[in-house]
């Protein structure tokens, strides 16, 4: 199984500036508070990074800096997935050419392929990326179609997809995936899917939380693997709060908010989605103070 990628994987957000472009310099700090916090991967322009409405150069000049910023210390996984399976494989070599360490590629969304069409895309991913490995993204919630257990079985095959991010909650799909193909290293793809996931035998989660609760996050991961479930189920339930917060309405727009409240300069999401409301923040504000939730700023 691939363990490079370790258990907490953010899906790092995109900061803007006031002029709507992207802010670099506060994303550096981003990337290394996140680095002192308990992550050991990150994912740049993934749904939580606001892909959709990136540009391609956009998306490019984020993963230069996340190599630049925690390359050979953090392994960088760039989204370059989209719906169209050649704009994925150019987007997959350029994010090579520029010192990626994984590659995220998500179902394709709106224009829902067939089975033989998904079997196709990944693989010609999978081919342009080389001995690069790439993660699997699962999420039917936003690309309408889903990833069947043995379709994953039969993806896993091919020797550089190493892992999926399995972001729907469903156990008895995750257990046939884990017996189907027990060397995939899967990680849960929804924060408060950590916990019942990890009996399972997942490697991790790939966290939007993490940004703000990542090293306690890691911990209930450490418990949980060390055998001291009782421990890590206690730490794993205290943290639904943090959890039930992050997702009062569309994501990433909470996790902003609550970056700024801790003091990074991440601007205003770009639209369609819009800043959390004064409500939203408040109820944020309060998550953030009950859980004493802090950002380590380097």
Known sequence: MY??????????????????AVDHDTFRGILRHLEATGTDSVVVAGTTGESPTLSDDE?????????????????????????GTHHSVE????????????????????NKPPR??????FGAIAEAAGTVPVMLYNIPARSVIALEPDL?????QLPNIVALKQAMPDLPALHEIRSLAPDLAVYAGDDVSLLPFLPEGVLGVVSVASHVA???????IELWQSGNEADARTLGESLEDVYETLGITSNPI?????MQLLGFDTGAPRLPLVEATGMQRERIRAMLERNELSAVHV
């Open 3 to 20: 363990t490079a990628f370790g258990s907490i994987v953010t899906a790092v957000i995109t900061p803007f500036a006031a002029d709507g």
């Open 59 to 83: 998306k490019l000049a984020l993963f230069a800096t996340a190599v630049d910023e925690v390359g050979g210390r953090m392994p960088v996984i760039a989204g370059t997935g989209s719906n």
């Open 91 to 110: 987007m997959t070599r350029r994010a090579i050419e520029l010192g990626v360490d994984g590659i995220l590629a998500v179902t394709p969304y709106y």
């Open 116 to 121: 033989e069409g998904l079997v196709r895309h």
């Open 152 to 156: 994953i079985a039969q993806l896993a």
């Open 214 to 220: 990542g090293e306690q996050m890691k911990r209930v």
């Open 254 to 258: 909470p996790v902003k908010a609550a």
